[in-house]
């Protein structure tokens, strides 16, 4: 689900472009409706190119990936797919099967915390983003594992 990040200069049109950069990763910081549009043409034609995700640059990778006709079991991953609002909705609806692997909100903020700081990112600064960005994204993926057809925990 990554590739469908909004671009960065994308957000800089938002409403508040620093709110937006701020808060990367949020549900509102990604396009559902590309991802949307993107899974009903692999279901209706079988095969698609889709976006990668980059993080050394930050953005989308365009046509990175093909899933073709030969691809029986797709595999989407990613934070959002199981939200009951807006377009979300309708991506969750396209999954033959939904699961939510369980693994805490404290431990998964913990990973979170030893992935930025491996990559260099200052620790200071990685806490103010986990406890203003991250977590409260946690928390609402957290509620979303209602709509799973099975919880791994």
Do not use: C
Request: no cysteine; hydrophobic share 40%; charged share 30%.
């Amino acid at each position: 689900m990554d590739g469908f990040h909004l671009y960065r200069h994308q957000q800089d049109t938002i409403e508040n472009p620093e709110e937006s950069h701020a808060r990367r990763r949020a549900p509102w910081t990604f396009d559902p409706a590309r991802l949307l549009t993107f899974l009903k043409t692999l279901r209706s034609q079988g095969s698609i190119y889709v976006p990668s995700f980059n993080h050394g640059v930050g953005d989308p990778v365009e046509d990175e990936t093909f899933v073709s006709l030969q691809h029986k079991v797709m595999i989407v991953e990613g934070n959002y797919l199981l939200l009951e609002e807006g377009v979300w909705k309708e991506v969750s609806s396209m999954f033959n099967e939904k699961w939510f692997i369980e693994v805490g909100i404290d431990k998964a903020m913990d990973r979170v915390l030893k992935r930025h700081i491996i990559i260099g990112n200052p620790p200071d600064v990685v806490k103010l983003r986990i406890k203003y960005n991250d977590r409260p994204n946690a928390k609402l993926i957290d509620e979303s594992k209602i709509n799973a057809n099975l919880v791994i925990r």
